[in-house]
T-cell receptor
């Protein structure tokens, strides 16, 4: 089954304790991305990756890191989490079609993070 | 920059009622437009899309028409069911996005509840 998986699904942690949220896709997609979802703000892009070893900042990258060492995996790293990073996080992937735009992005089930 | 303005919720309707969720956008050129649906506890799923002016996207009884003249992409369904209860997001992918960034710009989401 084609899917994007995320782990963990739920996480409660404390300020300053490093954590990693994993994301994996089994569709051989080049492009992967992280979003955070907050009430009244919709989804905002944190980081994206066009392919292995190619990553760049989205709209709200502060406090986050990513890596893309393998095509299927795109972990999100919070080196020193703070309460304002309490949010619902989604990973997404798609084949890279460049300028065509006529594609579907596949989303993971989400990770609900609470930072105390 | 690109932006999406979506009808504020929550919206509560009786089963078999007619549904409209308004969505307007601001973007340079001709973006691709999408409606995503998020069922409780799940990730986002593509509901329908339209990639050029006057295109009509449709799926599961939902429809939306890409109106360039009014920069709108309103979601409609003639007869809603309890199973349509979810959060609906309007989104766009701009044609002049940063090269390689397949970013979606989302509206804030509309929570729809259908009562029997």
């Amino acid at each position: 089954e084609a899917q994007v998986t995320q782990n963990p699904r739920y996480l409660i942690t404390v300020t300053g304790k490093k954590l990693t949220v994993t994301c994996s896709q089994n569709m051989n997609h080049e492009y992967m991305s992280w979003y955070r979802q907050d009430p009244g703000l919709g989804l905002r892009q944190i980081y994206y990756s066009m392919n292995v070893e190619v990553t760049d900042k989205g709209d709200v990258p502060e406090g986050y890191k990513v890596s893309r060492k393998e095509k299927r995996n795109f972990p999100l790293i919070l080196e020193s989490p703070s309460p304002n990073q309490t949010s619902l996080y989604f990973c997404a992937s798609t084949p890279f079609y460049g300028a065509s735009g006529s594609y579907e992005q596949f989303f993971g089930p989400g990770t609900r993070l609470t930072v105390l | 920059g690109d932006s999406v303005t979506q009808m504020e919720g929550p919206v509560t309707l009786s089963e078999e009622a007619f549904l409209t969720i308004n969505c307007t956008y601001t973007a340079t050129g001709y973006p691709s437009l999408f409606w995503y649906v998020q069922y409780p506890g799940e990730g986002l799923q593509l509901l329908l899309k339209a990639t050029k002016a006057d295109d009509k996207g449709s799926n599961k009884g939902f429809e939306a028409t890409y109106r360039k003249e009014t920069t709108s992409f309103h979601l409609e369904k003639g007869s809603v069911q309890v199973s349509d209860s979810a959060v609906y997001f309007c989104a766009l992918r701009g044609p002049l996005s940063n090269f390689g960034n397949e970013k979606l710009t989302f509206g804030t989401g509309t929570r729809l509840t259908i009562i029997p």
